[in-house]
């Protein structure tokens, strides 16, 4: 597995914890602070007491410019940490949200069909940004409390070594004691908080995304009750959390009042006032940043939930049939052959299946994980044909006879085995990337963005100029919807709200159009459409994929339930129960 995937959670973490380059100014800032804080309420109490006995300001002015300094350490310091400390996390942050795209886009869309959408945008938003608080608040946290304990209880020993240890003792005793309220009351509740929040995110999507069917069917007060018990579960476990941290506050704060009487109750007898009032003072100080400790154990359950969670936001393993970029696949691009690529590529290649199958993909308990895994029932099976290049096919058939996963092992969605060719070049040979550029997919339900018919249309060619989306707009017979609408500035809505299922099929069109493939498969392009308009629309997707730039004939295969008047076509195909039944 490439090194920049993240498989298990301890990858995971290891990912989020910046490097020793980038983590280690932010953690000497956040030590120079503390340090400060606590040097500051030494010094200050030790200024106070000694200018009681009133002696000579020289005495004294040491301690005064020193009291100075540590007031404006602490804040300098502490600011100069959170620009440092933050900018680590959230680099490495940015990083980790790249390691998981890069993980799910070959896995897509096939590979992520058991994957919950509304559970997926919190994985790859709340739980990834929950990971913030590893170097935040888990590491530093601990890093800087056990640093400045252990040199605030040396400092102590140099005055009085009877008042350090019990400095030590009631240090321990008050990690332990927090440690272990924090952790038997919010435990549970904390490491519940992560899937929480995805079980309230999937939630909202499927009422929101759904609520015009709920609404018919009525079952929307259902639907916002279920929701509401997801919101009370997620808000009682945040309560139990936060009454944990309350907790583990209050047993630091009690504990740095012990260690203050046991340093006045050893100390008394034994020191002048100065002195005693440093050993008197400082345990409030170190308390007010060791305090952080008990927190940080519960920051890391929450850490480590979220790590767990975006490790498995897709297969350990990828699942069997979900082809994959590799090395080997990747060819020497000579410059003999990249001149040969750029003066053919718009060209269209010769299809040819020689026993071809194929099956959906195998997820880990589903069975075997071998390409051709036992019990899997076989969407495509035996498969021989060729279609010539410039060729318009028509593959037709009933439901579940394997349309739709022919079309996507046209592009690689899905793997195959037997032989699949392009230009005579075996594909299985090829990375699906690389196919891609030649293959292209207009699909059943084509995704609509939420933004205007510019931005829908530009993904598809980013340097495409405003004349040749509105020459493509008129070309997929759009040019009259979208002048009405306002031109290319036309908003969609969300998911294509604002247009119907034929334009939507028009404008998937018109992005495959400016990408230019060579061989186009258009999926059930009429399945949306009414039957008056159903024919219209494929007499105008033939007739506006016939040929490329330089009318340079483009391969079309076109996969529908509905029969198409021959004129349009060259051949027609029928798929039955996953064969060719008729070529």
Not at 86 to 102: C, K, N, P, S, T
Not at 260 to 289: C, D, R, S
Not at 398 to 421: C, H, P, Q, W
Request: glycine share 8%; with cysteine; charged share 20%.
């Amino acid at each position: 597995m490439p090194e920049n995937r993240t498989s298990d959670a301890a990858a995971v973490l290891r990912r989020a914890q910046p490097g020793v380059k980038r983590f280690t100014p932010g953690l000497f800032f956040a030590l120079c602070s503390a340090l400060s804080a606590v040097a500051l309420i030494a010094c200050s109490g030790w200024l106070i007491t000694r200018a009681s006995e009133q002696p000579q300001i020289a005495y004294l002015s040491a301690a005064v410019v020193g009291v100075r300094a540590f007031a404006l350490g602490r804040a300098a310091f502490r600011y100069v940490d959170r620009l440092f400390s933050h900018d680590a996390a959230f680099r490495q942050l940015a990083e980790l949200r790249g390691a998981v795209f890069e993980r799910l886009i070959p896995l897509a869309p096939a590979g992520l069909a058991r994957t919950k959408r509304g559970d997926l945008l919190s994985r790859l938003v709340s739980d990834v940004d929950e990971l913030q608080d590893l170097p935040l608040r888990v590491v530093q946290p601990l890093l800087v409390s056990a640093i400045v304990a252990v040199l605030s209880v040396f400092g102590v020993w140099l005055v009085l070594p009877e008042a350090a240890l019990t400095l030590a003792l009631c240090l321990v005793l008050a990690f332990v004691a927090g440690t272990v309220l924090h952790a038997a009351v919010a435990a549970r509740a904390e490491r519940r908080l992560a899937p929480g929040r995805g079980a309230l995110m999937e939630r909202i999507l499927e009422l929101v995304g759904s609520l015009d069917v709920l609404t018919a069917f009525g079952a929307v007060d259902e639907r916002i009750d279920d929701l509401r018990r997801a919101d009370a579960a997620l808000r009682r476990d945040g309560v139990k959390a936060a009454f944990g941290a309350g907790l583990a506050a209050s047993a630091m704060t009690l504990a740095a009042g012990l260690a203050t009487l046991l340093a006045i109750l050893v100390g008394a007898p034994a020191l002048e006032g100065p002195q005693l009032t440093i050993i008197a003072l400082v345990p409030l100080a170190v308390f007010e940043v060791c305090g952080m400790v008990p927190l940080a154990v519960g920051a890391w359950r929450q850490v480590r939930s979220s790590a767990g969670r975006v490790a498995r936001v897709a297969p350990a393993q990828v699942p069997a049939g979900i082809p994959l970029d590799t090395a080997e696949q990747a060819e020497p691009q000579t410059e003999a052959r990249a001149g040969e690529q750029a003066t053919t590529r718009s060209a269209a290649p010769a299809i040819a299946f020689a026993g071809l199958s194929a099956h959906w993909p195998v997820f880990a308990g589903d069975g075997d994980t071998g390409a051709a895994a036992s019990g899997t029932p076989t969407a495509l099976s035996d498969l021989t044909m060729t279609i010539d290049a410039g060729e318009r096919v028509l593959v037709r058939g009933e439901s579940g006879a394997g349309k739709t996963t022919l079309a996507n092992v046209l592009v690689r969605f899905i793997d195959y085995d037997g032989s699949f060719t392009l230009g005579g070049r075996e594909a299985r040979s090829m990375a699906p990337s690389e196919l891609r550029r030649t293959v292209g997919l207009c699909e059943q339900q084509p995704w609509i963005f939420d933004s205007s018919l510019r931005q829908n249309l530009l993904f598809a060619r980013e340097t495409s100029s405003d004349a040749e989306l509105l020459a493509v707009v008129e070309r997929v017979g759009l040019g009259d919807w979208a002048a009405s609408r306002g031109g290319l500035d036309a908003e969609l809505g969300e998911r294509g709200a604002l247009v119907s299922g034929g334009q939507a099929q028009r404008i998937a069109l018109a992005r495959a159009l400016l990408a230019d493939f060579a061989v186009l498969v258009v999926d059930e392009p009429t399945a949306n459409v009414d039957a008056a308009q159903a024919a219209a629309l494929m007499r105008d997707i033939l007739a506006a994929t016939a040929t490329g730039p330089d009318s340079v004939p483009r391969t079309v295969i076109l996969i529908s339930h509905d029969t198409v008047p021959g004129e349009l076509i060259d051949r027609e195909l029928v798929l039955q129960d996953g064969r060719l039944a008729v070529g």
